[in-house]
């Protein structure tokens, strides 16, 4: 599985990640949890949907 994620791209999804994690616990909704996807995929640097459409932020290919 090949990175196609970039360092900009992982910082901004675990800030987001982290964001809606917290609302799911302060809110107590679940739609927050979510918010594990992002942390996820910012945390292994590969997004399945960037597979899909083609995209790829990574930009030294690791």
């Given at each position: 599985m090949e990175k196609n994620m970039?360092?900009?791209?992982r910082t901004v999804r675990a800030l987001i990640g982290a964001v809606m994690?917290?609302?799911a616990i302060v809110f107590e909704k679940?739609?927050?949890a979510l918010g594990l996807v992002f942390l996820l995929t910012?945390?292994?640097?590969y997004c399945p949907m960037y597979?899909?459409?083609g995209i790829s932020t990574n930009k030294?290919?690791?």
């Open positions: 970039g360092q900009t791209d994690l917290v609302f679940f739609i927050g910012a945390g292994i640097g597979t899909l459409l030294y290919g690791e």
